[in-house]
C-alpha cells in the first residue's frame, strides 16, 4: 500500500521561511516524478514545482526565484523550500507522485501566510 505524507506547513508572517517535507513508502520512490500542488480556498488547484526521476526541477511562475524543490532518494523524501512567503502563498500544499498514469497524493499540509 503506498502512502503519502507531507508535513512542516504552518503560520508564517510574510517574508519568512517554511520546508515541506514529503516521505512516501511502499513505492519505487526514485522512479517517480514528485509535484507539489496547492489550492487556495475558491480556487482550483495548482501545480507549484516539480523534479523529475532524474533531477530535472520545473516551477510555477509565481514561485521562481524563492521556492526550490529537492529529493532524497535515500530516504525516499520530497522537500520543497519556500523563502520570502507571501499572503498570496497561502493554500493546503500536496505532495503527489506520478509514475505514468499511476498517481499518489498525500493528505495536504495547510500553510499561512499573514501578519
Known amino acids: 500500500q503506498v502512502q503519502v505524507v507531507e508535513s512542516g506547513g504552518g503560520l508564517v508572517q510574510p517574508g519568512e521561511s517554511l520546508r515541506l517535507s514529503c516521505v512516501a513508502s511502499?513505492?519505487?520512490?526514485?522512479?517517480?516524478?514528485i509535484n507539489w500542488y496547492r489550492q487556495a480556498p475558491g480556487k482550483e488547484r495548482e501545480l507549484v514545482a516539480t523534479?523529475?526521476?532524474?533531477?530535472?526541477?520545473n516551477y510555477a511562475d509565481s514561485v521562481k526565484g524563492r521556492f526550490s524543490i529537492s529529493r532524497d532518494n535515500a530516504k525516499n523524501t520530497g522537500n520543497l523550500q519556500m523563502n520570502s512567503l507571501k499572503p498570496e502563498d497561502t493554500a493546503v500544499y500536496y505532495c503527489?507522485?506520478?509514475?505514468?498514469?499511476?498517481?499518489?497524493w498525500g493528505q495536504g499540509t495547510q500553510v499561512t501566510v499573514s501578519s
Open positions: 503527489q507522485l506520478a509514475r505514468n498514469s499511476r498517481k499518489y
Open positions: 511502499g513505492i519505487i520512490f526514485r522512479m517517480n516524478t
Open positions: 523534479i523529475t526521476s532524474s533531477g530535472s526541477t
